[in-house]
């Protein structure tokens, strides 16, 4: 027989806002429950990065808005996954939902800024430099001193050597 948690997370998966509520119904605690004892994705981990704006946004957020700061086993938040994947829609409503999670500092330092050059998510980086407007948070500097104007640099070199051996090659 197949868990609640089991069939919150397929329902992540898919996308399925009906199942969702249905489950909600049911146990109107599992998203708190799923959260405590989960080491790794949250469904809106798992819906995020699938991109399922529907079931992000009409119900998990309205149930559990602090499940934005909700890190999976990487360290990343839904947000990250979001800008990651470049799923603009998404990250827009994560950051209404809770604009703390966008300040979460991951791995190495770096900040969702710096996940969206080293990702070439242009669009994600975009729209949270607008949104956020915090010069401190547009400069900050991951572990190794840089920017996001650093690593653009790095990010279009190493783009550079790419294309140059591959074009040496046929």
């Known amino acids: 027989m197949e868990t609640m948690e089991n069939m919150l997370f ?3 998966a898919e996308g399925n806002v009906n199942s969702l509520k249905k489950l909600l119904q049911e146990d109107p605690i ?16 798992v819906a995020a990065i699938l991109g399922h704006i529907d079931f992000v946004v009409k119900v998990l957020l309205p149930a559990d808005p602090l ?11 839904p947000l990250h996954l979001a800008a990651i994947k470049g799923w603009i829609e998404t990250v827009k409503q ?3 939902a809770n604009r703390d999670a966008a300040q979460v500092i991951v791995g190495q330092g770096q900040t969702i800024l710096h996940l ?6 242009i669009e994600a ?9 915090d010069q401190d948070f ?10 996001i104007l650093h690593l653009t640099i790095a990010v279009n070199k190493l783009r550079e050597n790419l ?8």
């Open 30 to 45: 599992i998203l708190d429950r799923v959260i405590v004892n989960s080491y790794s994705d949250t469904p809106l981990h």
């Open 125 to 133: 980086l975009k729209h949270l430099v607008n949104t956020i407007r």
């Open 138 to 147: 547009t400069n900050c500097k991951d572990s190794d001193g840089n920017t």
């Open 67 to 77: 499940m934005c700061l909700a890190r999976d086993r990487n360290g990343l938040t």
């Open 116 to 121: 969206c050059v080293k990702y070439y998510q």
């Open 163 to 170: 294309e140059s051996k591959t074009k040496e090659k046929l």
């Open 94 to 96: 994560l950051v209404q």
């Open 10 to 12: 397929e329902a992540a």
